[in-house]
Nanobody
Framework: QVQLVESGGGLVQPGGSLRLSCAASGSIFRMYAMAWYRQAPGKQRELVAGISSGGDTNYADSVTGRFTISRDNAKNTVYLQMSSLKPEDTAVYYC??????????????WGQGTQVTVSS
């Protein structure tokens, strides 16, 4: 069994910064692509940033230049450094990971989400 646990969300003022973490645990053989998504009230879930197993990254246009995704393969953890936050960044942030388990099955896993609120 595999679990993804996010942390680091909270309330921050416009222009501020937050760092989200997502740690995978359980019966993990290998980690593949990892990503952060977000869902604002009344809106569909959208991709924020992704990172391949080799470290290649991609970002939504709305966060390019402000957010940075990174990963620590030794810790099975992905991070999202968010800077110059705007009220429109307010959402529940979810991490997603493609993981091969010890049974050599590759599946997609989601975290439970962490709330980020940008407000003065």
């Amino acid at each position: 069994q595999v679990q993804l646990v996010e942390s680091g969300g909270g309330l921050v003022q416009p222009g501020g910064s937050l760092r989200l973490s997502c740690a995978a645990s359980g019966s993990i053989f290998r980690m593949y692509a990892m990503a952060w998504y977000r869902q604002a009230p009344g809106k569909q879930r959208e991709l924020v940033a992704g990172i391949s197993s080799g470290g290649d990254t991609n970002y939504a246009d709305s966060v390019t230049g402000r957010f940075t995704i990174s990963r620590d393969n030794a810790k099975n953890t992905v991070y999202l450094q968010m800077s110059s936050l705007k009220p429109e960044d307010t959402a529940v942030y979810y991490c997603k990971a493609d993981i091969m388990t010890m049974t050599y099955t590759i599946s997609t896993y989601w975290g439970q989400g962490t709330q980020v609120t940008v407000s003065s």
